[in-house]
T-cell receptor, first 117, second 114 residues
Framework: AQKVTQAQTEISVVEKEDVTLDCVYE???????LFWYKQPPSGELVFLIR????DEQNEISGRYSWNFQKSTSSFNFTITASQVVDSAVYFC??????????????WGLGTSLAVNP | DAGITQSPRHKVTETGTPVTLRCHQT?????MYWYRQDPGHGLRLIHY???????DKGEVSDGYSVSRSKTEDFLLTLESATSSQTSVYFC?????????????FGNGTRLTVT
């Protein structure tokens, strides 16, 4: 069965620390996409990145980086030199090609990150 | 930012009353979705639309109905609100319904049913 697990419910770090948010997924599909979304305290959900199952290259965007490893079914998200503005709940999600379209997004329960000054 | 407006942003209503939430988009996207977000359950799909007057159920559709008479508007109706429908409701859009298309969300509506 499809599943996304974000084992870290809450993480608290001090500003400028690096932090990694874990995402482990289960799927029988060979073709799928993984997504990360951010939900800051203001409540909106913001799309951060997507990665397809055939592209295992790491992605870096400023202080954010993503590590996709099919061998461990993981799509981890690292924030380098964290800032208070990074405080948010982060969601990982899975979308399988067999589902036809992403109305079948499978969501993790999120990791709440608190970055303290 | 995707042009998605949800209204109202907050609403308190009594059990048994009908409630309609509105989602308005300016992106001319074909696909629109209603989700609810609850602690311990994450995001769950209620209904979605793949075009004007074309809608389908999601995983938690009981007690909800939707309508889409125009591309830009997607309405979610609770026919007779119950306390279990207290939640934060998010509207989302995507340009295509394909599995690789990211969703873009509105700011949410916090609904409290007393």
């Amino acid at each position: 069965a499809q599943k996304v697990t974000q084992a870290q419910t809450e993480i608290s770090v001090v500003e400028k620390e690096d932090v990694t948010l874990d995402c482990v997924y289960e799927t029988r599909d060979t073709t799928y996409y993984l997504f990360w979304y951010k939900q800051p305290p203001s409540g909106e959900l913001v799309f951060l990145i997507r990665r397809n199952s055939f592209d295992e290259q790491n992605e870096i965007s400023g202080r954010y980086s993503w590590n996709f490893q099919k061998s461990t079914s993981s799509f981890n998200f690292t924030i380098t030199a964290s800032q208070v503005v990074d405080s948010a709940v982060y969601f990982c999600a899975l979308s399988e090609a067999s589902a036809g379209n992403n109305r079948k997004l499978i969501w993790g329960l999120g990791t709440s990150l608190a970055v303290n000054p | 930012d995707a042009g998605i407006t949800q209204s109202p942003r907050h609403k308190v209503t009594e059990t048994g009353t009908p409630v309609t939430l509105r989602c308005h988009q300016t992106e001319n996207h074909r696909y629109m979705y209603w989700y609810r977000q609850d602690p311990g359950h994450g995001l769950r799909l209620i209904h979605y639309s793949y075009g004007v007057k074309d809608t389908d159920k999601g995983e938690v559709s009981d007690g909800y109905s939707v309508s889409r008479s125009k591309t830009e508007d997607f309405l979610l109706t609770l026919e007779s609100a119950t306390s279990s429908q207290t939640s934060v409701y998010f509207c989302a859009i995507s340009g295509t319904g394909r599995y690789n298309s990211p969703l873009h969300f509105g700011n949410g509506t916090r609904l409290t049913v007393t």
